[in-house]
Each structure stands twice: as structure tokens, then as C-alpha cells.
């Protein structure tokens, strides 16, 4: 079966289709057509954003005559994250350590973006493959699990990419047929600057989509307004106890993640990730799906995702040190369908019995 014949995807993805079908322009091609003054402190820059945005609402709604100009909007988002970096807030750690003079906060990612692979991802949900996936090294967050370790661990591995570098890799790909740009990792949040720099000189019209575990600062969430198609949202816990325990986030897990929720379902489509852990039922899975369905309506398209292994550090810690039980995922998929989700159900299904 085609994906897209699915009625689901026009409810919960409609404009990122006609995005990658070249009918629509990608948001960061209309915020390129918003001009915008680029003034030098940041609460006038923020004051030009505001209206700035304005003009690009309109826009959104009626995307016409959009021609590049200067300086414009997306210009603007740039200089406001080169003045955030030097006292970091990009994410809801605010670290508030200077990045441009070499200082590092809890991501230990540095000014300059590392790359650790980027190829077309044919393994991602079937609306996104092939998916231009850019995996930044590092992450802000600290998944004692984490599926993805060996890139997410190490901000280190991989190679310094500049923006021309990005642009060009997603100029090129898209010319063979990649989807989307999809910016991974890791985790795309400490590279906002770079991203923003690299779309600026990107010349062709793609969806772009956020890979993320949605920790992201108010104020980023402002700048990727106007930047981003799709987020795909990691949602992992159903309370801070979990995260805090698991992911080494302080307090505040679970405010960040449904006030980001709601954001971007305002300014954008959302495709969750929801990974089933052992012995989380209850206490996480539970609470994503009952939230996202309460708040979200039955047009979101969540993704529960079956293929948890104990990697990284899970061996030390009693509760998931296996798989998950072909139970525990029925349960929870079975908790979706009621709750009116649409879920596409593609993982080759790994249980512990
Ligand atoms: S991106 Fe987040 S974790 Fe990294 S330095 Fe900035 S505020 Fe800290």
C-alpha cells in the first residue's frame, strides 16, 4: 500500500506532502521572502521578529510571489541564536555558557557543527524514506538507554560540516530524490545557529524536519517558528521522576514537552516517536498517548516504536535491562487505538518472550 493514500497523512501531514511534492514552499523559503531589518541588541531584534512573523503569517496562508529578499526574516532568526549562543539558551538546560569563545554547557557540543554521518535514510517512517537524515553529533539530553550512543555521547566523533557544506548536501541529495531534510542526531538543538545559517544558503525547496527530543528553549521554539515542516517529537516520559532517573534531566521534563508540544502544533506538523521501555507502561507510555490525545485531537500521527534494547549504561539499571514483551507493546498499542491515534504500525516487532 501507498503511504499517501492514507487518509491519516493528509490529516497529520498534509502540508508537509504538498511541500515535498515542490506544489508548496518549504517554511524556510517563505521566511527568506519576509524582510526584515537586523538590528544590534537583542531586545530589538526580538521586537523586529514580532513583526516580522506577523508578515510571514500571512504569507503562510497565502503563498504567493514568494521571491528571495534581503535582509530578511530568516536572517534575523540567525542573528538572534549568534547572540544567543554567547550566553546558551538554546535548550531548557540554559547552560548560559559562551559557545563563541569556546565554553561548553552540558551538551559539550562547541560553535562549529560535527557531523557523524548523513546519507538517505531508508529506515524512518514511510512518509519520510528516502530522508535526507544529518546526524549532528551530541546531544543535550543523557538516555542512560540511549539507542544512538555511540553519536549522542561523543560530540567529539564525526567532522566539522560548515553551513555551505550542509546547503550543499542538501542541494545535492535533493536532486536524487531525498523527501525531506531530516536533522538528527544526537540532537539538532545545539547546532540552531549553523542549521539556520545552512538554510539560508540552501536553494532548493525542501521539507525540513525536526528530529528532536523537544527540549528545546521558549525562545528557540520562537526561532523555529517559520523554519520548520515537521517536528519529529520525541515524547519518552509520563512524568519528571522517569526523566530525571533515565535521561539525567532536572526537573521539568514534562512542562517542556507539553507547553513545546503545543507550540509546535501551532506553528507546524508533528509526527511523535514514542519508545516503549520495559516497566514503563503505566508511569510513561500511558501518560504520552492519553496527553497527546487529550490536547492534540486524533489528527497526530504517533509512531510506537517496539525495538528497545538495553544499550549504553541500561545493563546498571534493574528496570530496563531487556526488551519489552510483545504484552507490554500490545498494551500500549492497544492504548493508542482507543485513545483514537493513528499509528502506522511498520517495526519488524523484537519482544524479550
Ligand atoms: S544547547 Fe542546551 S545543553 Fe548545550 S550549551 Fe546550550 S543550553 Fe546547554
Known sequence: MNVFDDPGIQKALGRYVRVMNDELPARFMLCKSVPAAIPAGISECWAEHSKAMKKFSKLLNNPQHVEEVRPNLLELKQRIADLMI??????????????????????????????????????????????????????????????????????????????????????????????????????????????????????????VVWNSNMIMSQETMELLNGVVDVYLADFKYGNDGCAKRLSLMPQGYWKTLTRNSLAASRHAEILYRHLVLPNHVECCSKPVLKWVSDNLGDSVRVNIMSQYRPEYRAAGISDITRRITKKEYEEVADYSRKAGLWNVELQSLLFSE
Open 86 to 207: 554567547a550566553d546558551c539558551s538554546f535548550c531548557e538546560r540554559t547552560c548560559r555558557v559562551n559557545r563563541k569563545k569556546g565554553e561548553l554547557g552540558m551538551c559539550r557540543v562547541g560553535y562549529e557543527s560535527r557531523i557523524s554521518s548523513a546519507f538517505e535514510h531508508i529506515g524512518e517512517e514511510p512518509e519520510l524514506v528516502p530522508s535526507g537524515t544529518i546526524f549532528f553529533s551530541g546531544c543535550n539530553m543523557s538516555c542512560q538507554y540511549c539507542q544512538n550512543w555511540q553519536i549522542s555521547q561523543f560530540p567529539s566523533c564525526g567532522e566539522v560540516w560548515p553551513p555551505q557544506k550542509i546547503a550543499e548536501w542538501v542541494e545535492h541529495h535533493r536532486k536524487f530524490g531525498i523527501r525531506n531534510v531530516n536533522l538528527v542526531g544526537g540532537e539538532p538543538t545545539p547546532n540552531l545557529h549553523n542549521i539556520l545559517a545552512s538554510l539560508q544558503l540552501c536553494r532548493v525547496n525542501i521539507p
